[in-house]
């Protein structure tokens, strides 16, 4: 059930009101300047596939439903829909507060262009035991950033070919939270990833 373990969730802002994540999340920080905290989808679907709890007669049950939660915000919601955008120094700044407190599982279901910073934080996780899981863009380069830095366990939604080992997880109509004490169906590899954090907690 992954009970006790912490799992950094690095993404835009959980909804720990949510009542399949109430008492999950050990801290739900927003470390974007300049823009309130708001409960937003796609970190909310990704901690509740993560580490839902279980046993409720209602909702979901995460993958790992006895893990605990580091809600990092270095994300936000940029419409109706789930997509988020983020900036490098708001993902450096979630990277040092989950390597700080050695979380030993960091999700980051996102991916963008590669950086020199971040790839340095990276390599200091790993080097302290961090399992670092990122989301496989099949749009970008090598799957994107920081999918395709050495280490990262990379997780498509379909299998790939190539010398590069890279996880399959689902990607489709995977059953998630929602902001608001909803639920519903998501697609992508960022839920992908989640499921892999999920299990290897």
Not at 107 to 120: F, H, K, V, Y
Not at 143 to 152: H, R
Request: aromatic share 4%; with cysteine.
């Amino acid at each position: 059930t992954g009970r006790s373990v912490t799992v950094a969730v690095i993404d835009s802002g959980i909804d720990a009101r949510h009542p399949d994540l109430a008492g999950q999340i050990r801290a739900n920080v927003n470390l974007v300047d300049g823009r309130a905290f708001a409960a937003e989808a796609h970190g909310t679907a990704g901690a509740g596939i993560i580490a839902a709890r279980a046993d409720k007669r209602m909702g979901i049950a995460g993958i790992a439903p006895g893990a605990r939660l580091l809600g990092l915000r270095a994300c936000w919601q940029t419409g109706p829909s789930a997509m988020a955008a983020c900036d490098s120094l708001s993902l450096a700044k979630a990277l040092h507060y989950a390597i700080d407190r050695r979380a030993p599982i960091i999700n980051m279901s996102l991916g963008g262009p590669p950086d020199r910073l971040l790839a340095m934080l990276l390599d200091a996780a790993m080097a302290r035991g961090a399992s670092v899981v990122a989301a496989y863009d099949p749009r970008r380069p090598d799957g994107g950033f920081p999918a395709s830095w050495p280490g990262v366990v990379a997780v498509s939604g379909v299998p790939l070919s190539g010398r590069r080992a890279i996880y399959v997880a689902p990607a489709a109509g995977i059953p998630a939270t929602e902001p608001g004490g909803k639920w519903g169906l998501v697609d992508g590899t960022s839920y992908a990833a989640a499921q892999v954090s999920g299990l290897i907690a």
